[in-house]
C-alpha cells in the first residue's frame, strides 16, 4: 500500500504529526523524561537537544530532540519527523521487550 504524498507542508500538518509522534511516546517515566517532556512543552527546545545529545541511548529523549526542529517547517521537516517517528517506536519496543523480559521471567520462576 502506497501513501499518497502531499508536497506542501503547513504548521496545522506539522503539529498533527508531533501530536502523533507525542501519543505513542506517551507519559514520562522518570526524572528526565519528564524533564526533556516540560521543555518541549515550554517550547525550550534547546534544552531537550542537549538532554538528548547528552543521553545518546535514550529513545525518548532523542525523540522529543527531533521535533522542535519539526515545527520551523523547513526543507527538512519531513526528515526530522520520520527520525522521531523511528526513536519513538525504539524507545516502545525497548519497553515492550523489557515487559515481556519481565513477564517471561515471572511465568519460568
Known amino acids: 500500500m502506497q501513501a499518497t504524498v502531499s508536497i506542501e507542508l503547513t504548521q496545522e500538518k506539522v503539529e498533527k504529526a508531533v501530536s502523533a509522534i507525542l501519543e505513542v511516546l506517551g507519559k514520562p517515566e522518570n526524572d528526565l523524561h519528564h524533564k526533556a517532556l ?54 516502545v519496543k525497548e519497553k515492550a521487550l523489557q515487559h515481556l523480559g519481565a513477564k517471561i521471567a515471572d511465568a519460568l520462576n
Open 38 to 91: 516540560t521543555a518541549f512543552q515550554s517550547g525550550d527546545h534547546q534544552t531537550v537537544k542537549r538532554l538528548a545529545s547528552t543521553n545518546l541511548n535514550d529513545h525518548y529523549c532523542k525523540a522529543l530532540g527531533y521535533l522542535g526542529g519539526a515545527l520551523k517547517l523547513t526543507p527538512n521537516t519531513d526528515t526530522i519527523l520520520a527520525e522521531s517517528a523511528r526513536s519513538t517506536a525504539e524507545f
